[in-house]
T-cell receptor
Framework: GAGVSQSPSNKVTEKGKDVELRCDPISGHTALYWYRQSLGQGLEFLIYFQGNSAPDKSGLPSDRFSAERTGGSVSTLTIQRTQQEDSAVYLC?????????????FGSGTRLTVV | AQKVTQAQTEISVVEKEDVTLDCVYETRDTTYYLFWYKQPPSGELVFLIRRNSFDEQNEISGRYSWNFQKSTSSFNFTITASQVVDSAVYFCALRGQGAQKLVFGQGTRLTINP
């Protein structure tokens, strides 16, 4: 597609439920990233994909968080047993490659609210 | 380790004033890339500029200009004759040559008052 697409744009869930957030990157972009932005805060790195593999999962805050990418394209971030502190905007970005010279294109994000 | 510091949390100016957003970075890489992104109230991050570590020329794009100084590890962003539409959160970011991820500063919230 023309840009990075994320769905849903907003999600309200009850504490303890599981949620899935979807990211559809720009066609041809091999690198995909998930970041989290809590209210009024900067961007916190979660995970990086190169193709279907995730060489860097260092930012996932707990084992309740997982992500996968299939076909080198769409990625899903799953949060199990959601907690109120998981409330944030989850941003996905894609890049032509994992090398430093490439910048990111970001999606509009999914605003997750855990009540 | 790589780090980006944006010391100014919030800036508020009156329209038509010039404003400079500071960015200081730390890296041990000899080759690296610096970025600025704008996040308007709509929430989407908009790419503004990328600069590599070998190019210290300042850049101007309309009312925007960037001053890259390796000697002080700074990559400052100036908006000339600011407008209300410039109100946003601005993020500075760093990526090393061998690094897969962008490291972001905490952002500067810029408010331009009419």
């Amino acid at each position: 597609g023309a840009g990075v697409s994320q769905s849903p744009s907003n999600k309200v869930t009850e504490k303890g439920k599981d949620v899935e957030l979807r990211c559809d990157p720009i066609s041809g972009h091999t690198a995909l990233y998930w970041y989290r932005q809590s209210l009024g805060q900067g961007l916190e790195f979660l995970i990086y994909f190169q193709g279907n593999s995730a060489p860097d999962k260092s930012g996932l805050p707990s084992d309740r968080f997982s992500a996968e990418r299939t076909g080198g394209s769409v990625s899903t971030l799953t949060i199990q047993r959601t907690q109120q502190e998981d409330s944030a905007v989850y941003l996905c970005a894609s890049s032509l490659g994992g090398q430093g010279r490439y910048g990111y294109t970001f999606g509009s994000g999914t605003r997750l609210t855990v009540v | 380790a790589q780090k980006v510091t944006q010391a100014q949390t919030e800036i508020s100016v009156v329209e038509k004033e010039d404003v400079t957003l500071d960015c200081v970075y730390e890296t041990r890489d000899t080759t690296y890339y610096l970025f600025w992104y704008k996040q308007p109230p709509s929430g989407e991050l908009v790419f503004l500029i990328r600069r590599n570590s070998f190019d210290e020329q300042n850049e101007i794009s309309g009312r925007y200009s960037w001053n890259f100084q390796k000697s002080t590890s700074s990559f400052n962003f100036t908006i000339t004759a600011s407008q209300v539409v410039d109100s946003a959160v601005y993020f500075c970011a760093l990526r090393g040559q061998g690094a897969q991820k962008l490291v972001f500063g905490q952002g500067t919230r810029l408010t331009i008052n009419p």
